[in-house]
């Protein structure tokens, strides 16, 4: 067992370097062989002599989910050949090998205890050999034989051993030279299956990782290959108490159970693994492997460089998992992720492949996108008539069960309220009543009473040529992602209308509403069992981040965000190729022009703040032209909003015409969402369109005034979603615009969302929102060689009637 410390800076000398005699009672990081470490300096574990450190670990439990990774304390980082060194084999990674260094030294800053298990030294000395050795056979060549007989050289077998003993201190200088720049001091420790065996280094090798890591050093540990053995044939991974120490994934897991490891992640040049080979049309990344399930993986070929393979990592990884450590085989190379893989992996991201013992009692959010693909599919082939029966039975059941759902809305509410996590706003849309329920039962029975020509409806015929007749007809999206906050009453008016419009749908709602989703869900697949589409409509149970959803984007088709902003914004940051349709923010105005009735103005206003504040369509600036400021008009806006209780913030401009001015807005870009509003003041229309344009979100509007010509130009130059003239902002609503949506008595959503994006859907999205189309061509034999100038047809592009479908 061999031993080498970076040199702290505190360690350098000019013109020398310290020998062992200088720091032997002062600096412990250069450690001689099978040196006796006494912690001299406590770091919180332990005062006692290494030799007493129990050899004999007490087998913990790994952590069971991905989310617990963040409590990870001790963790080991093995980095593979594949990792270590470049693509063309010339060479060390070494940006790669930086950025892995950046992360390792992150994660050390942030208290935890790293381990670096290093492979690289082989191939690195063997493309180091290679190079010497075609620098001394050109030479040769170049002067006994000519330039020309230089392309004939042939480069003989390279031994092991002398690449190892080539390539292990220039791998180690790179380590060393990196983690000087984070102030952190490393270690090297070379080992041999005889470390593990014999008693005595055993005790030393334990002894003095757990020094290094008291004293804040990352150890970095390589088997010692210059020496090595051949490993023996079937002789490792027999058990717990068993591990032959072969290559350096057996080594990593051997080291990750002695040290009492909370997690061990094997880098390689692979995602994780896979179903089937990986590369192949039907590989699909297993995210989650369990004891047992290595009978069901075929392992292809080890990697390009090094000695191991995936066979070898999942041995290690399983073993390493039976003694109590955590173990995440991830891709190390990938240029996209490889910047914060390691971080990734320890925030509990979901990355790689994750090894547990507890296997979830459903199934996982893949498979349940799959489930909700299928059970989609068979919904959109089901009769109009079918699918209304089914929404009609799901409103039937929520007021048949109505007892049962207040009863689990209930102990959310008392657990919200105990745990005093939920502001008052929110707590309004997590509760369920009784009047809520009737009117969410009157939305579902609208919806299936219009909703019947939605799928499948032509568009347009066209005749293309003699018998060749084209049509365009609406179809499904496919499968929805529909997220969701404090508001259970979102998931039978989203599941109806994805119902209605033939698509799958893949729920994810808040754990604050998790009894009361938990109810509508099983009444909906009730509803669904009727004509056997139970799967369509899928709730994630598990502990899957938002963020991890995100990323299914070969399994959802549309993301549909429903609460706060902060979490839109979360989540069209996060989707990676998956389309997100909603807005991030409900900053809608209200513009007071100069010759607005005094009635219409108190009315709009209050209806548009005060009906009800918490909504995305709720008034949140109002703008009033400056000429009205100290008239009737102004007094009566400000007298009925302190009736209201409307908590007043000045924008700049209003606040400098106020000796005595409201508290003075922080931003004029604030979504509220309670009986708070901000007031500003405008020269003119054009002023306030622009004002709109620069603080807005494009998603409601309103101009009162009773001049045609300046309402207009409102309406025609303002960009937003929806923009109204002498109407409530609180219009804007699915079912307040005759789209097929719920009703909005409580408020929870009167449709899919609002979108205030400019492609597909925007504005209030019912079902036509959740629909795109398909073409079918229908022919006779035709070609596109007959169309040509010598062919025998010519195109019509003819439109014909669209016929009506008749619904009963």
């Not at 307040?736 to 925007?762: K, M, N, Q, W, Y």
Request: charged fraction near 20%.
């Amino acid at each position: 067992m061999l031993y080498r410390a970076a040199l702290c800076p505190s360690l350098r000398s000019s013109g020398r370097f310290w020998r062992q005699s200088d720091v032997a009672g002062s600096h412990p990081c250069l450690l001689a062989p099978n040196l006796v470490l006494r912690n001299t300096c406590a770091r919180g574990w332990s005062n006692i002599p290494f030799i007493t450190v129990p050899l004999s670990r007490t087998h913990g439990k790994p952590f069971a989910h991905r989310s617990e990774l963040k409590h990870a304390k001790r963790i080991a980082v093995k980095l593979g050949s594949a990792v270590v060194t470049r693509g063309d084999e010339c060479g060390l990674a070494l940006g790669r090998l930086a950025s892995i260094v950046e992360q390792v030294s992150m994660l050390q800053n942030q208290g935890r205890e790293m381990m670096i298990v290093t492979s690289g030294a082989v191939a690195f000395g063997k493309q180091r050999l290679r190079h010497e050795i075609l620098l001394s056979q050109s030479v040769r060549q170049a002067l006994h034989s000519g330039q020309n007989q230089l392309k004939d050289m042939a480069i003989p077998v390279l031994e092991a051993r002398a690449c190892a003993a080539a390539g292990q201190s220039g791998l180690m200088a790179l380590y060393e030279a990196m983690f000087t720049q984070y102030s952190i001091c490393a270690a090297q420790i070379l080992v041999t299956n005889l470390d593990f065996h014999d008693e005595q280094k055993r005790r030393n090798l334990n002894g003095t990782l757990h020094e290094l890591l008291r004293m804040n050093i990352v150890p970095i540990i390589n088997t010692n290959d210059a020496v090595v053995p051949p490993p023996e044939p079937n002789s490792d991974l027999q058990g717990v108490n068993v591990i032959s120490v072969k290559d350096n994934d057996s080594l990593a897991a051997r080291l990750a159970v002695e040290m009492k490891t909370d997690l061990l992640i094997i880098l390689s040049d692979v995602e994780g693994l896979f179903d089937s080979p990986p590369g192949s049309d039907d590989a699909k990344l297993i995210d989650i492997f369990y004891p047992g399930d290595q009978q069901s993986v075929t392992f292809g070929t080890k990697s390009r460089v090094g000695m191991g393979g995936m066979e070898a990592k999942v041995k290690a990884a399983l073993w390493a998992l039976q003694g109590g450590t955590s173990v995440v085989i991830a891709n190390g190379t990938h240029p996209k992720i490889s910047g914060h893989v390691i971080t990734d992996i320890v925030e509990g991201k979901k990355v790689g492949t994750f090894f547990s013992e507890v296997k979830p009692a459903g199934p996982t959010v893949e498979q349940q996108a799959e489930m909700a693909r299928a059970g989609g599919r068979s919904l959109s082939a089901l009769q109009p008539e079918q699918r209304a029966e089914i929404i009609y039975h799901l409103a039937d059941l929520l007021t048949d069960q109505r007892e049962e759902i207040l009863q689990a809305n209930k102990k959310d509410l008392e657990e919200a309220e105990s745990k005093g996590r939920l502001a008052l706003p929110l707590l309004k849309r997590l509760s369920l009543s009784t009047s809520k329920l009737n009117s969410l039962a009157i939305g579902l029975r609208q919806i299936a009473a219009s909703s019947q020509d939605s799928v499948g409806r032509v568009l347009r015929r066209t005749r293309i040529a003699k018998d060749l007749e084209l049509e365009q007809v609406t179809v499904p999206i496919g499968v929805l992602l529909v997220i969701f906050e404090s508001r259970p009453d979102c998931l039978p008016q989203v599941s109806a209308l994805a119902i209605a419009s033939g698509n799958g749908l893949l729920l994810k709602g808040g754990k604050e509403a998790s009894n009361s989703n938990q109810i509508l869900h099983h009444l909906t697949q009730e509803a669904l069992s009727v004509h056997g589409v139970k799967d369509a409509v899928q709730l994630v149970n598990t502990r899957e981040e938002v963020e991890d959803l995100c990323r299914l984007d070969k399994l959802i088709d549309l993301i549909i965000p429903r609460g706060s902003s902060q979490l839109v914004r979360d989540i069209q940051k996060a989707a990676k190729g998956i389309p997100v349709m909603g807005h991030s923010e409900g900053i809608c105005h209200v513009y007071v022009d100069m010759e607005a009735s005094v009635e219409k103005v108190t009315r709009i206003v209050r209806d548009s703040k005060c009906e009800y504040p918490a909504a995305c369509n709720a008034l949140e600036t109002l703008l009033i032209h400056r000429d009205l400021l100290r008239t009737p008009v102004f007094d009566q806006i400000i007298d009925m909003l302190r009736v209201e209780q409307v908590k007043i913030h000045a924008g700049p401009k209003f606040a400098s015409y106020l000796t005595f001015s409201p508290s003075e807005v922080k931003s004029l870009r604030t979504e509220y969402g309670d009986l708070e509003c901000c007031i500003e003041v405008v020269d003119s229309v054009q002023d306030a369109v622009e004002h709109i344009h620069k603080y807005g979100s494009s998603h409601t509007d309103v101009i009162i005034t009773e001049n045609e010509k300046t309402a207009e130009f409102f309406l025609q130059h303002l960009d937003s979603a929806c923009v109204f003239w002498n109407a409530s902002t609180r219009f804007s609503d699915g079912y307040r615009f005759g789209l097929v949506s719920c009703p909005s008595v409580c408020d929870a959503g009167a449709e899919v969302g609002i979108s205030t994006s400019r492609i597909h859907a925007r504005g209030p999205v019912g079902i036509e929102g959740l629909l795109t189309t398909k073409w079918l061509l229908r022919g006779q034999n035709h070609i596109v060689s007959d169309f040509s100038e010598q062919g025998s047809m010519k195109y019509l592009h003819e439109n014909l009637p669209i016929p009506q479908r008749n619904i009963n």
